[in-house]
């Protein structure tokens, strides 16, 4: 039998054994032989575990820019993990299969963290990436693999849908060096009736990343008539810009059907290039969309001259005009985090 691993963040609350979790704003009050909404943390006897740490669903070794992370150690690879659940419930998730599993599913398999960090390091990843499901409710094993990661020289990275508590994230950042979040929309109002959540903890957890040093990149999946309105998206390009900085890569992504929202097609192409024009009016200096390559918009380009600094083809990068962090032909800063820097 596996042992139990005794889980973080949680307090007893009232006299029947109860107990409260508080690594995320659900704060799901547990009763014994009960879960959480993420479905992998559960009340044993008055104790809060972590059905999930050390169970791993998928691993691969990934390009850094399928996170997508585009000015966070580009041309690099990334030692990718996932296990199961999530504590949210898109309508749209593109990885059901895991994230609206349990600790039930077929094929789950143990790696210690300090197995996964060896096995970064044997596969030449410059970092090793949380991902595939919320990495969040994963929190216990993150936190021992990532402490264990950093000693090592790798790179750390979540991807995330930013649904943590401060106090929660503040215990990570010692460790945690990059922070790719989901906007999965700028509506309460989608995040209820789609997410089951709230937007207010994600915008509050990616200002808190930024705040805390880290690398922090956004992506948006546009859906066609959910959150693609150009009053919305504008919202959203302005938050950025004013609480997250000009300079932060923002990624707007196409849309394919998938698990509980197959009633509308893909998002046209032509509203993606709308929202990333949109998104240079406004002032974001590094805008990209994702899912519709080969596209001249999944590359960099100085702000200021227009060079083409650094050109994407899928997950293919190549150094074009650029001299460490500067574009070549007039100067300018083109801020990224350069492998060994």
């Known amino acids: 039998m596996r042992e139990m691993h005794r889980a973080l963040r949680w307090s007893p609350e009232g006299q029947e054994g109860a107990v409260r979790c508080s690594l995320c704003p659900h704060g799901c009050l547990i009763k014994p032989g009960k879960t959480g909404i993420c479905r992998v943390r559960e009340n044993r006897e008055g104790e809060l575990y972590a059905l999930t740490y050390g169970r791993v669903s998928a691993e691969a070794v990934d390009p850094i820019e399928k996170k997508p992370l585009y000015h966070f150690l580009p041309g690099t690879l990334s030692y990718s993990l996932g296990s199961v659940g999530c504590n949210f419930h898109c309508a749209h998730c593109q990885n059901w299969h895991i994230s609206m599993a349990d600790t039930e599913m077929p094929g789950l398999r143990d790696l210690s963290p300090e197995e996964g960090v060896r096995r970064a390091r044997q596969a030449g990843c410059a970092s090793i990436s949380w991902t595939y499901n919320e990495p969040t409710i994963w929190y216990e094993y993150t936190l021992d693999m990532g402490n264990l990661a950093r000693k090592e020289g790798l790179a750390t990275v979540y991807v995330t849908n930013g649904y943590i508590t401060e106090e929660a994230l503040r215990e990570l950042s010692p460790m945690l060096r990059a922070y790719r979040v989901d906007i999965k929309a700028f509506s309460e109002d989608f995040y209820r009736k789609v997410c089951g959540a709230r937007l207010q903890p994600v915008l509050d957890s990616a200002v808190l990343a930024r705040e805390l040093g880290m690398h922090v990149e956004v ?123």
């Open 219 to 341: 992506v948006t999946l546009v859906i066609p008539g959910q959150n693609d309105s150009p009053q919305e998206t504008g919202a959203l390009i302005r938050w950025i810009r004013d609480n997250l900085g000009e300079d932060t890569p923002v990624h707007f992504t196409r849309f394919h059907p998938d698990h509980r929202m197959r009633d509308r097609g893909a998002t046209p192409v032509a509203v993606l290039e709308r929202i990333y024009r949109q998104a240079r009016e406004e002032g974001l200096r590094f805008p990209y969309l994702g899912n519709v390559s080969p596209h001249p918009w999944e590359s960099t380009y100085c702000p200021s001259c227009g060079a083409l600094c650094i050109e994407r083809y899928g997950y293919s990068v190549f150094f074009r005009e650029l001299s460490g962090e500067s574009c070549s032909r007039c100067g300018e800063r083109i801020p990224y985090v350069r492998a060994g820097g």
